[in-house]
């Protein structure tokens, strides 16, 4: 599976941007679709997750009530509306996509698959 993330970009503190992970040569249906970032000198963290089957959410500490991870069927595609953006949500941001869907739902091991990475920048 091949992931493609955009929608990155550069952003006062306060805006917005909505970020898409699009699955290519397969759908998303009974994967768990997760949203990690990595600032500079800083190792890679989770941000948020949904599984696809059941539309269930998990996000990081940091970015509850700010962000919002959802899917759309349709296009088979998953989204992280990002709002109230702060500088130190700057960090190049991936999707991945996990087969297994156990309780590891924020641990890099537990996903298969990684997208490229698309960069957001907020400026204060």
């Known amino acids: 599976v091949q992931l493609q993330a955009s929608g990155g970009g550069l952003v006062q503190a306060g805006g917005s941007l909505r970020l898409s992970c699009a699955p290519s040569?397969?759908?998303?249906?009974?994967?768990?679709i997760g949203w990690f970032r990595q600032a500079p000198g800083k190792e890679r963290e989770f941000v948020a997750t949904?599984?696809?089957?059941?539309?269930?959410?998990y996000y990081a500490d940091s970015v509850k009530g700010r962000f919002t991870i959802s899917r759309d069927n349709a296009k088979n595609t998953v989204y992280l509306q990002m709002n109230s953006l702060k500088p130190e949500d700057t960090a190049v941001y991936y999707c991945a996509a996990d087969r297994h869907v156990t309780t590891w739902y924020d641990q890099m091991f537990e996903y298969d698959y990684w997208g490229q990475g698309t960069q957001v920048t907020v400026s204060s």
């Open positions: 949904i599984t696809w089957t059941s539309g269930s959410t």
């Open positions: 040569g397969r759908t998303f249906s009974s994967y768990r």
